[in-house]
């Protein structure tokens, strides 16, 4: 059997068999960055994609359009960086299908790869970069290429695991030595340094060399020069700490003969197995031990190149693609890997190495005769050694422990077996075996710390054995070692044992072990009751509990653990189960026997409800918790028994019990309790009833308040409920019950609001109650209309005041009532008198007089109305009365109906129609009482008065109704209208009136009777010119024979529309003779013609009239009746064209051409329209006027000569045709069909030279342009256009439409087309063009010159590369109206244009709000950009401009600028400046915060700041500027203290007016410094010295004075008096201007 292979070869998967052309597998196309992705750029017909194949699923490659020079997949993730047109890098997240970042590089990326799975390396020809994919970070450059790589072709670059070590690998063709050199560059990241090295493939590794604690860092490369083949192993950087340095490998690469330039190609280092695999260009794969640098195997696996490689990571191998598409893999195979080193390359000493190193089978035999050997020649520590590392454990046997067991310890030496059992610590866990065997010394030693720093450690294998061999030293360890051997019932020992009870369930059912529970429990109640109760809450936590319920409660009861129980029953039985009822009678039983508080609360929560409730209600009333009992009674005779001790209950409680129980059992409950304990049980008793008197009836309850006779209870259970009930029983009783109980108030209240009681009843107990109080009685029956009733019982019982009491204050409206009542029983009349004098309140006059005039006595109210109308009383009722009397006396009533203006006309005149009808038409018409005034005349026959009253009334619906025709009494109503009333009446609008309601009444003929009269008698209304209007029409209506007569008899009527109504009603001579009377001899005209129809008369009357209107009238008519002739005479009479197309028509049809030819040309001298002339020409044509024809054509004219030949064609007329086609031989008709003819022939510069006549005419522009376009002939249309540009008459048109084809077919023209003509194109037109063509500089230009500035920003802004240009912006931006645009600009140059911002912020400063421009630039960070911008608007002196300004001084330390700026702009604050400068790490800067305090009279911060800082000048100028003397001492002495001597001397100097001299004498005697003190001191005797000689000499002058006072005389000598008093200006000096005023008074005074 032949030797199996070290390595695994595999074929992942052919790429050609996924779709992928083999042209497209390469090195330019295919990237592998590892063994996740392959990403593979194609083309497909015109399409660009690219193909990510997931090897995870290969099968179903990810295909997207995508155009770039290269695309790398991440080794991750499903994220693609592709590169465009070698500068251009982007990012893209695939799943999310989102752009992550973007980057434009400077140069041209020649190689990129993932060198992490978030870092990019990017390769340029000068230096290498590195891209991080998080955040907006940019590439950061690394470090730059060497010279050796010049020229050379980049094929890798990687980095170490820290990146602290970066390789560039490149290769290029040596053609004078026929081979391919390596060139790689090493860069050390944290030297910053280069090396070139020659090498073809190379990669970074860590490894673990024996003896040393830290990996070293290696670094393998392969080299193939013409000396041969070399393979390095070095170790860069410095050895980590206490490591030995890994000695440098360097071995021979074996390359056969016929792969004579074969060279490495690509190198992976497995981490896993500690080879490196490298790939030369030939397809050998080469593996190499890494520690060693041995060569293990060497074979082609591939005829193809290997052109990509990357790490394996499931088989910790290498994988690559050739140029077949093949995805290759190779990797160690563990199990053949041994053997075959130590069989084919006979290399034992490496099979050992690589077998311990990996932990891999093969050379058990190997390790076993080595170790028996090192063990026969004693030398037990190599042989633990190797016992140790043996690979599978092979050697870790009992066996072998046995062998050193057995080995004698010599004296003063370490026993084998612990050297054995040290070296198996050191290099990893024991087993099972070793750790039993280790741990029994340690332990007979006291040595636990050990086991336990072990353990710790996991150094030791866990067991039972081992656990039981510790738990006789300590329980809690041996625990933990059960736990980690995982023996249930051991681990639940030892947490009893423990008192860990808490952790026996949680671990129990976490390793699915069930122990004795109830067994365990017991244990631990006689131990912790309180760890008893949890641990059993435990066992029933969940929905199965782990142990029966019973047998725990009795657990607990026979401990006598009542409150441990109860807290477990509760947690036990939360889910109120129906099968655990005898368990809730059970908890509560114990706690109603020992703890009724406790039962009390459980029953309060209503957690059960399945136990037994009669049992528990027994209990719970013999433990006195009697609202329990009451809760679970059922039984009547029970509840009684408890519900009547009320002190014991909660009566809120009591009363929402009362809800539960039956209507009978409440009704006996209540009556037990009253009956029980009336006093103590009425007020819960009265609740109870108040709340449930709608379910146990307000009867039954106020049936058991009346059986007690507690009226009291009564009173306030039906006070309770009397505001809302509507039973008329329940106010009844309350008023009753209120009368008993002397509330006279309340029985007031609900006889006044209530609505409920029986009124009778209630009237009849309280005349019986006979309460000292009738208001009671006196309301119900004033309410209910009791009044005559009351005033009886009142008057009968002697109680007279209390009818005063009622009409005067209760309700003195009820007083006609009452004198009603008063008046039946025989009242004397002055008693009546008075009381009616006596009441001022509101009453109803009308029922007083009613009441009074029932019984015959209206005179006793006579002296009472007269009072009131002399007292100015207007009320009806009152006039009423008063006109009664007058009447029934007789006492001059006419007069008093027609002047008193108060009374009520209906009600007088009711009362007077049978005593009197002329009275009561008197007041019938006083009211304007229609209906009644009629009746009253009808009954009596008064038609005269009736009819006067109507005219005079003058209402048209009264009028309808009085001539109606089912009136009997219309006729003479009516004769006596005409004989009497109209003759009597002068106003025209009672006859209007009048004489409408005859014709609304349709009595036309006794209208014309009326209006004869009227109108024809010569009366007053003869020419009233509605009269004569309305004789016309009734006569037209009622009797047309009549009508010609007063037409031609009246001359004041409306004559035209008098004709229309006689027109409309077939009176055409009648109108005829109206319209010629008033010559109105159009419409005259028009009735011969239309209505009589006899063109020879209106002919006639045409003649006579000789009118143009007429003419034209009787035109129309004759052409109508197809009169030609006659009918253009008479328009040519008129002198009328207006009709000319009608006139064209009818002619045309009757060839009467002759006539229309002169009809045309008097129509062409009024008016020059086209459709005229254009006939006028075919007129001439057809008459064969040909010499007309052709003068008229020649001279200007509007017609449509082509038309009209065309007509002249089809008629046959073809002398006139050929007259017309060479008038119109240059028309643009012609042009436009010659030049379409030429375009469709192609003769393009013939159509150029008819378009040029035809583009002139701006509606024949577009077509023109339509016919061009729609051929696609775009060149020469804009050609055309360009040509017609320097024409005459080019018009505005033009340049539009060539700018708009500029825009689509030639955009590069059009800006220097806008730019020359845009005055003349039609801007909002182009714009729009310029816009769908994305032209957007010249949509700019256009907005500016369209003076559209906030379009022409916005555009530029959001096309800046072809539209925006400086100066031409900042020109712009300054007229823009949308203020939000300059903050939109400024954000726009932030992100474009960072280095102009300045200029722009310049330019809009005038324009711009500055706080809010500062805070933009604030939040945006980009402040320290606009410093300029700042300085230049510091004139302003605004606060957000000065403290942004000093921020950024701050920020760059600029102290001078600070100060400069603090001093010349203040607007800022202050205090805030200050204080954060007063922490700040410069000198100069805290010497500008005391500054500031200064100047904001904070004279001690600043002083103190500067004593910090030991600026000493400056706190003695601020001490002498505060002018406090505190400050200055509490300085000096600081001075002192801080023994500064010479400072002390000149802050004397500078403090010297505010330093006291006795204080500064002292404290130079304290301090021992009188020297410093002297010149202060000398300066103040100096001063003093001064001081005093002045106040001597003062002194001195005034002396001399007094003395010269007393000299003077007492009495002055006899001089003539001055007659002077002080007027203004010449006060008397005041004395307290001293004696020197007063001398100076007085030597003025002498010298006058």
Known sequence: ????????????????????????????????????????REKMGETNQVVIIDMNDPTNPVRRPISADSAIMNPA????????????????NIEMKSKMKAHTMTDDVIFWKWISVNLIGLVTETAVYHWAMEGDSQPQKVFDRH???????????????????????????????????????????????????????????????????????????????????????????????????????????FFPPEAQNDFPVAMQVSPKHGVVYMITKYGYIHVYDLESGVCIYMNRISADTIFVTAAHEASSGIIGVNRKGQVLSVSVDEDAVVPYITTQLNNPDLALKFAIRNNLAGAEDLFVRRFQALFTQSNYSEAAKVAASAPKGILRTPQTIQQFQQVPTAAGQTSPL??????????????????????????????????????????????????????????????????????????????????????????????????????????????????????????????????????????????????????????????????????????????????????????????????????????????????????????????????????????EWLVTYFGSLSVEDSIECVRAMLQANIRQNLQVCVQIATKYHEQLTTTALTEVFESFKSYEGLFYFLGAIVNFSQEPEVHFKYIQAACKTGQIKEVERICRESNCYDPERVKNFLKEAKLTDQLPLIIVCDRFNFVHDLVLY????????????????????????????????????????????????????????????????????????????HEGVNEPATHNALAKIYIDSNNNPERFLKENQFYDSRIVGRYCEKRDPHLACVAYERGQCDQELIKVCNENSLFKSEARYLVRRRDMELWTYVLREDNEFRRPLIDQVVQTALSETQDPDEISVTVKAFMTADLPNELIELLEKIVLDNSVFSDHRNLQNLLILTAIKADRTRVMEYINRLDNYDAPDIASIAINN?????????????????????????????????????????????????????????????????????????TYMEVVNVASRNDSWEDLVKYLQMARKKARETFIETELIFAYAMTNRLSDLEEF???????????????????????????????????????????????????????????????????????????????GYFEELIQLLEAALGLERAHMGMFTELAILYSKYKPSKMREHLELFWSRVNIPKVLRAAEQAHLWAELVFLYDKYEEYDNAI?????????????????????????????????????????????????????????????????????????????????????????????????????????????????????????????????????????????????????????????????????????????????????????????????????????????????????????????????????????????????????????????????????????????????????????YGGYAAGYGGYAGM
């Open 1 to 40: 059997m032949s030797q199996a292979l070290p390595i695994k070869f595999q074929e992942h998967v052919q790429l050609q068999n996924l779709g992928i052309n083999a042209s497209n597998i390469g090195f330019s196309t295919l990237t592998m960055e590892s063994d996740r992705f392959i990403c593979i």
């Open 77 to 92: 993730s499903k994220v693609i960086a592709l590169k465009v047109a070698g500068k251009t890098l982007q990012i893209f």
């Open 147 to 253: 010279p050796t790589l010049a020229g050379c072709q980049i094929i890798n670059y990687r980095t170490d695991h820290k990146q602290q070590w970066l390789l560039l690998i490149g290769i290029s063709a040596q053609v004078e030595e026929n081979r391919v050199a390596g060139r790689m560059q090493l860069y050390s990241v944290e030297r910053r340094v280069s090396q070139p090295i020659e090498g073809h493939a190379a990669a970074f590794a860590t490894m673990s060399v024996d003896g040393n604690k830290e990996p070293s860092n290696l670094f393998t490369f392969a080299v193939r020069n013409p000396q041969g083949g070399k393979l390095h192993i070095i170790e860069v950087g410095q050895p980590p700490t206490g490591n030995q340095p890994y000695a440098k490998k360097a071995v021979d690469v």
């Open 418 to 651: 612990l050297q054995y059992f040290s070296i198996l610590l050191d290099q990893g866990k024991l087993n099972k075996y070793e750790s039993l065997e280790l741990c029994r010394p340690v332990l007979q030693q006291g040595r636990k710390q050990l086991l336990e720093k072990w353990l710790k450690e996991e150094k030791l294998e866990c067991s039972e054995e081992l656990g039981d061999l510790v738990k006789q030293v300590d329980p809690h360890l041996a625990l933990s070692i059960y736990l980690r051997a995982n023996v249930p019932m051991k681990v639940i020992q030892g947490f009893a044992e423990t008192g860990q009870y808490q952790k026996i369930v949680l671990y129990a059912k976490k390793v699915g072990y069930t122990p004795d529970y109830i067994f365990l429990l017991r244990g631990v109640m006689r131990i912790n009751p309180e760890q008893g109760l949890q641990f059993a809450q435990m066992l029933i936590q969940d929905d199965q509990p782990l142990a029966d319920l019973n047998q725990l409660v009795d657990i607990f009861m026979e401990q006598g653990l009542i409150q441990q129980c109860t807290s477990f029953l509760l947690d036990a039985l939360k889910n109120n189960r129906p099968a655990e009822g005898h368990l809730q009678t059970r908890l509560l039983e114990m706690n109603l026997m020992h703890a009724p508080q406790v039962a009390d609360a459980i029953l309060g929560n209503q957690m059960f409800t399945h136990y037994d409730r009669a049992h528990i209600a027994q209990l719970c009333e013999k433990a006195g918790l009697l609202q329990r009992a009451l809760e679970h009674y059922t039984d009547l005779y029970d509840i009684k028994r408890a519900v009547v001790h009320t002190h014991l209950l909660n009566p």
């Open 794 to 869: 009142l008057y009968r019982n002697n109680q007279a005041k209390y009818i005063e009491i009622y009409v005067q204050k209760v309700n003195p409206s009820r007083l006609p009532v009452v004198v009603g009542g008063l008046l039946d029983v025989d009242c004397g009349e002055d008693v009546i008198k008075s009381l009616i004098m006596s009441v001022r309140g509101s009453f109803n006059t009308d029922e007083l007089v009613e009441e009074v005039e029932k019984r015959n006595r209206m005179k006793l109210m006579l002296p009472w109305l007269e009072m009131r109308v």
């Open 1066 to 1138: 077939g009176l055409y001579e009648e109108a005829f003779a109206i319209f010629k009377k008033f010559e109105v001899n159009t419409s005259a005209i028009q009735v011969l013609i239309d209505h009589v129809g006899n063109l020879d008369r209106a002919y006639e009357f045409a003649e006579r009239c000789n009118e143009p209107a007429v003419w034209s009238q009787l035109a129309n008519a004759q052409l109508r009746a197809n009169m030609v002739k006659e009918a253009i005479d008479s328009f040519i009479k008129a002198d009328d064209p207006t």
């Open 1193 to 1271: 054509i020649s001279g200007p004219n509007h017609a449509q000569i082509q038309q009209v030949g065309d007509r002249c064609f089809e008629k046959g007329m073809y002398d006139a045709a050929k007259l017309l086609y060479n008038n119109v031989s240059n028309s643009t008709r012609t042009w436009k069909e010659v030049c379409f003819a030429c375009v469709d022939h192609n003769e393009f510069r013939l159509a150029q030279m008819c378009g040029l006549h035809i583009v002139v005419h701006a509606d024949e522009l577009e077509e023109l342009i339509n016919y061009y376009q729609n051929r």
């Open 1354 to 1634: 916005t555009a530029m802004m959001a096309h800046p590369t072809e539209a925006w240009r400086e100066n031409h912006f900042k020109d712009v931006i300054t007229k823009v109206a949308n203020i939000e645009l300059y903050y939109k600009a400024v954000q726009f140059y932030l992100d474009f244009k960072p280095m102009l911002l300045n200029d722009l912020l310049v330019v809009l400063s005038p324009r711009l709000d500055h706080t809010r421009t500062v805070t933009h630039f604030v939040k945006s960070n980009h402040l320290k950009l606009v410093k300029p911008y700042l300085r230049s608007v510091q004139n302003n002196n605004n606060k957000a401009i000065n403290e942004a300004l000093n921020n950024l001084l701050i920020e760059e330390e600029d102290f001078v600028g600070l100060r400069s700026s603090i001093d010349a702009f203040d607007n800022f604050d202050n205090i805030a400046l200050a204080q954060r400068l007063e922490k700040h790490e410069l000198i100069e800067f805290r010497r500008i915060s005391a500054y500031l305090f200064k100047g904001n009279n904070r004279w001690k911060q600043a002083v103190e700041l500067c004593k910090k800082d030991r600026l000493f000048r400056d706190a003695m100028q601020y001490a002498g500027e505060s002018r406090s003397s505190e400050i200055a001492e509490e300085l000096l002495e600081w001075f002192l203290d801080s023994d500064l001597f010479e400072c002390f001397g000149a802050c004397l100097y500078q403090c010297y007016d505010l330093l006291k001299p006795d204080v500064i004498m002292e404290l130079a005697w304290r301090h021992n410094i009188m020297d410093f003190a002297m010149p202060f001191m000398i300066q103040v005797v100096r001063e003093l010295s001064i001081k005093v000689d002045k106040l001597e000499q003062s002194e001195n002058i005034r002396s001399s004075d007094e003395r010269s006072d007393q000299t003077q005389p007492i009495v002055y000598e006899p001089q003539p008096m001055l007659m002077l008093t002080a007027g203004p200006g010449m006060m008397a000096p005041s004395y307290g201007a001293g």
